[in-house]
C-alpha cells in the first residue's frame, strides 16, 4: 500500500510550556481516518509496541501520527524525575496542539482524528477528547489509567474502548471504575493472561487487533450518522 511517510516536527507555543516535538506521520492512499498516538509513563514514538500496531493501523487505512508527548530536554529530566509524565496537564495540552495541528496538514486535512492513549498516554488522549468533543471522534486506551483523568471523563464524548490486561488487576479495577464514571459509548475488552505492557505472545496482536476494529467500527457508524 502506497503510503506518505514523513519525520515532522511540532512547535508548541502555549502557556504548558514552549517546546519543539518530533514525530513521525504515516498517512496511507485512501485513508480513513488518522489515530493520534499519546505514549505512556517514559515511552517514546520509538516505542517497539506502538510501532507494530501503528503498522496493524496502516494496513486498515488508518493514518499514524507518533509524536513525542514531551521534548528531548524534558524526557532527560523526567528520565531522572519521573515528574513529568504524570502530569496529565502538561501532556493532554500537548496532544491537543497535536489534534489541532494534524487537521491543517494537508495529507489529512479533513480525516477523521482519532486518538490511541497507552498507560498515562490514555489520560491525556481521554483531557484531549473532553477538550475537543467535535473533533475527537473515537478513543481507544491500552491499558490506560483513567483515573488520572477522572475530573475529564464526564465530558468525553467519543466512543472509547478501554483495553486492559487480566493480569493488569489494579489497572482493571481502575478502568471499571472508569466505565461508570463515563458518559460516553464505552467498552471494556480484557485481553486474556495478558500483563501491564502486554508482552505475552500474541497479546499486542490482540490489543492491535482490538483497536483496530473499533476505530473502523465507530468511523463507519459516524459516517452514516455525522450528527452522532
Same mark, same amino acid.
Given at each position: 500500500? %502506497?503510503? /506518505?511517510?514523513?519525520?515532522?516536527?511540532?512547535?508548541?507555543?502555549?502557556?504548558?510550556?514552549?517546546?519543539?516535538?518530533?514525530?513521525? +506521520?504515516?498517512?496511507?492512499?485512501?485513508? /480513513?481516518?488518522?489515530? +493520534?498516538?499519546?505514549?505512556?509513563?517514559?515511552?517514546?514514538?520509538?516505542?517497539?509496541?506502538?510501532?507494530?500496531?501503528?503498522?496493524?493501523?496502516?494496513?486498515?487505512?488508518?493514518?499514524?501520527?507518533?509524536?513525542?508527548?514531551?521534548?528531548?530536554?524534558?524526557?532527560?529530566?523526567?528520565?531522572?524525575?519521573? +515528574? +513529568?509524565?504524570?502530569?496529565?496537564?502538561?501532556?493532554?495540552?500537548?496532544?491537543?496542539?497535536?489534534?489541532?495541528?494534524?487537521?491543517?496538514?494537508?495529507?489529512?486535512?479533513?480525516?477523521?482524528?482519532?486518538?490511541?492513549?497507552?498507560?498515562?498516554?490514555?489520560?491525556?488522549?481521554?483531557?484531549?477528547?473532553?477538550?475537543?468533543?467535535? /473533533? *475527537?471522534? /473515537? *478513543? *481507544?486506551?491500552?491499558?490506560?489509567?483513567?483515573?488520572?483523568?477522572?475530573?475529564?471523563?464526564?465530558? *468525553?464524548?467519543?466512543?472509547?474502548?478501554?483495553?486492559?490486561?487480566?493480569?493488569?488487576?489494579?489497572?482493571?479495577?481502575?478502568?471499571?471504575?472508569?466505565?461508570?464514571?463515563?458518559?460516553?459509548? %464505552?467498552?471494556?475488552?480484557?485481553?486474556?493472561?495478558?500483563?501491564?505492557?502486554?508482552?505475552?505472545?500474541?497479546?499486542?496482536?490482540?490489543?492491535?487487533?482490538?483497536?483496530?476494529?473499533?476505530?473502523?467500527?465507530?468511523?463507519?457508524?459516524?459516517?452514516?450518522?455525522?450528527?452522532?
Amino acid at each position: 500500500m %502506497n503510503a /506518505v511517510q514523513e519525520t515532522v516536527k511540532l512547535e508548541i507555543k502555549r502557556p504548558a510550556g514552549d517546546a519543539l516535538l518530533e514525530g513521525n +506521520l504515516v498517512v496511507p492512499q485512501g485513508a /480513513v481516518g488518522v489515530i +493520534l498516538f499519546a505514549h505512556g509513563s517514559g515511552s517514546s514514538r520509538h516505542s517497539p509496541r506502538n510501532s507494530a500496531v501503528a503498522a496493524a493501523f496502516l494496513k486498515a487505512a488508518l493514518g499514524a501520527l507518533r509524536f513525542d508527548l514531551l521534548s528531548s530536554e524534558e524526557e532527560a529530566m523526567d528520565a531522572r524525575t519521573t +515528574l +513529568l509524565r504524570f502530569d496529565i496537564a502538561l501532556l493532554a495540552t500537548r496532544l491537543i496542539c497535536a489534534v489541532d495541528w494534524i487537521g491543517t496538514r494537508a495529507e489529512t486535512k479533513g480525516l477523521p482524528i482519532c486518538l490511541f492513549g497507552a498507560s498515562t498516554g490514555a489520560s491525556a488522549a481521554l483531557v484531549a477528547a473532553a477538550r475537543r468533543p467535535s /473533533v *475527537v471522534q /473515537v *478513543v *481507544v486506551s491500552r491499558g490506560g489509567r483513567p483515573d488520572l483523568a477522572e475530573g475529564s471523563l464526564p465530558s *468525553v464524548k467519543a466512543p472509547t474502548l478501554l483495553i486492559v490486561g487480566e493480569r493488569d488487576t489494579e489497572v482493571l479495577a481502575l478502568n471499571r471504575h472508569a466505565q461508570k464514571t463515563s458518559r460516553c459509548e %464505552n467498552k471494556l475488552e480484557i485481553v486474556p493472561g495478558a500483563t501491564h505492557l502486554f508482552e505475552e505472545p500474541g497479546a499486542l496482536d490482540k490489543v492491535a487487533q482490538l483497536a483496530r476494529d473499533w476505530f473502523l467500527q465507530k468511523l463507519r457508524q459516524n459516517q452514516s450518522h455525522p450528527s452522532h
